[in-house]
């Protein structure tokens, strides 16, 4: 039987350094870092991860702020919002809610965030930081993810690990920062060959795919550890991750739960980011972040 890996746990000790840091950054700057995220539409996903991420603001003594628009609003309207929160001093970190309407690119959208403000990673600069070794933003989840592995005292260098999903937001960088560690990395998708077979090799699985409760028990290596990013519901209305838990805890060394186990160091890791950018754009050395 598997140890859980407490994601909840893990963010409250991680936004609460963060909350210390702030003090500090606010003393050197004279205010405290700022965040603001757009979200356009009324997608019901979306409203509460914007919710959550602005009163995890308010709680680590950060300023939050929310922008609203409509589901009708043109793209040319957005970029003109997020132009605007480029040129302000008092922002350090711009999150544009994702998915957007159909009308509008998201490339586009993204692309036009100035990249050390970009706290969700997704900027061309920071992806191309990240694919080249050097610091930069990291995308939110991936950087939860290996907080988790840390947490869990998980030896990364020679290890075995399978990504499951190739996004930009999650697979891609996931498996860029376990390179990073020196861990052997396998990138599975839809199109991957004997999934089961390939996962059963790995000592660690990163499942980010999206299909609730795919990768089964007997998937699992005994001793390995499961991050499961997914977040679905089944078929009774039950949220489940990607991962099938109550097999799979029978094999693994650690596993996440759905929910509380990566969803919460998303947040909190927006909110590190958020800090290291405003220390960054102010040229000051980033505090001790150290868990």
């Known amino acids: 039987m598997g ?61 939050g702020v929310l922008h609203r628009m409509a589901a009708t609003t043109p ?29 509008i690119e998201a490339d586009v959208v993204l692309d036009a965030i100035d990249a050390a403000k970009d706290v969700d990673g997704f900027h061309p600069m920071n992806a191309g930081h990240l694919l080249a070794g050097r610091s930069g933003l990291v995308p939110c989840t991936p950087m939860g993810c290996m907080r988790l592995l840390d947490e869990a005292g998980v030896k990364l260098e020679g290890a075995r690990a399978v990504v499951i999903g190739r996004s930009n937001i999650v697979g891609k960088p996931a498996a860029l920062l376990l390179l990073q560690r020196n861990a052997t990395v396998t990138i599975a998708h839809s199109k991957t060959r004997d999934l089961p077979a390939i996962c059963r090799e790995a000592d660690v699985i ?25 977040m679905n519901r089944n078929a009774e209305g039950k949220l489940v991750g990607d991962v099938a838990f109550a097999e799979a805890k029978e094999r693994a060394r650690w596993i996440t739960p759905v929910p509380g186990g990566v969803g919460p160091m998303t947040i909190a890791c927006l909110l590190e980011n958020t800090l290291r950018a405003a220390w960054a754009r102010k040229g000051y050395p980033p505090g001790d972040l150290a868990l």
Not at 39 to 44: M, N, Q, R, S
Not at 75 to 100: F, T, Y
Not at 209 to 221: H, L, P
């Open 3 to 63: 140890d859980i890996l407490d994601g909840k746990a893990l963010a409250e000790r991680l936004r609460a350094i963060v909350a210390e840091q702030v003090v500090r950054f606010r003393e050197r700057a004279g205010r405290v870092p700022g965040l603001e995220v757009v979200l356009v539409g009324e997608d019901p996903a979306s409203q509460v991860y914007v919710r959550n991420k602005a009163k995890a603001c308010e709680a680590a003594g950060m300023r």
């Open 75 to 103: 793209q040319s309207e957005l970029l003109a919002k997020v132009l605007e929160l480029n040129a302000r001093e008092d922002v350090d970190g711009i999150l544009v809610q994702l998915p957007l309407p159909k009308q």
């Open 206 to 230: 990163v499942a980010a795919v999206g299909r609730a409760e795919m990768v089964r028990g007997d998937w699992v290596k005994p001793g390995a550890t499961v991050l499961d990013v997914g």
